[in-house]
């Protein structure tokens, strides 16, 4: 997979792409990410990128000329074009999913007011990352990248850790423990230093299923459960075994 973004502020993306995860992603080629200057598309002699608003109004817009031709220069056939802003649907771990199935990305990163309206003509979807404003989708971009990488085979020392965790199958992830096995007076639960590895899943599905019924109880609007997981949602709601 390759992800091109479009952005006023390439160096923003020097270090955190080549830290941790992403940049090890991308040193062993496991996804290959670039960041291209949209003024290097500006067409004027005073590379202008934005103006001012039609209408009047506060800050800048971009220029739907000079982000056609940036997008139209670097999409290819199987691309798809993502813009970052607030109107976009919320990025979840389902939309990632799909997206970490892609080839090409082509992440457009706005700044100031926005862009102007027909610049979206050229853009597949629009994500947003949260219901807040940002100064720019730089930001943004590097979460969807971030996100992305990590589902793409080989990215995680076994790609079997980003099968059971939060958001996989709208559950969140059961608590975590490591050594020592007693700090500030609280043990690790029995459970996890048994060495049953069934009765270990089913605590830790139970735990999966406690902990989004209290924190998130609106992603399990949207959950399928399994037999397992209602003989397990029965006990905790009615406080008794059921066989
Ligand atoms: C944003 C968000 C976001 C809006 C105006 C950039 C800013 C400025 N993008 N999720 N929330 N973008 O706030 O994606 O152009």
Redesign the pocket.
Known sequence: MKIDILTLFPDFFINPLNESIVGRAIDKGKIEVETINIRNYALNKHRQVDDYPYGGGSGMVLKADVLISAINDIKKVNSWVIY???Q?KVLNQKKVKELSEKSHLVVLC?????VDERALTEVDEE???????????EL?ALVLTDAVTRLIPGVLGDDNSAIDESFTDYLLEYPHYTRPAEFNGLKVPDILLSGHHENIRLFRKKQSLLRTLIKRPDLLLSKEFDEEEEKILKEILFDREYS
Do not use: A, W
């Open positions: 970052m802003s607030p976009g706005g700044h100031y007011e926005g994500i947003s990352i949260g219901d807040y404003v940002l100064t720019g989708g943004p």
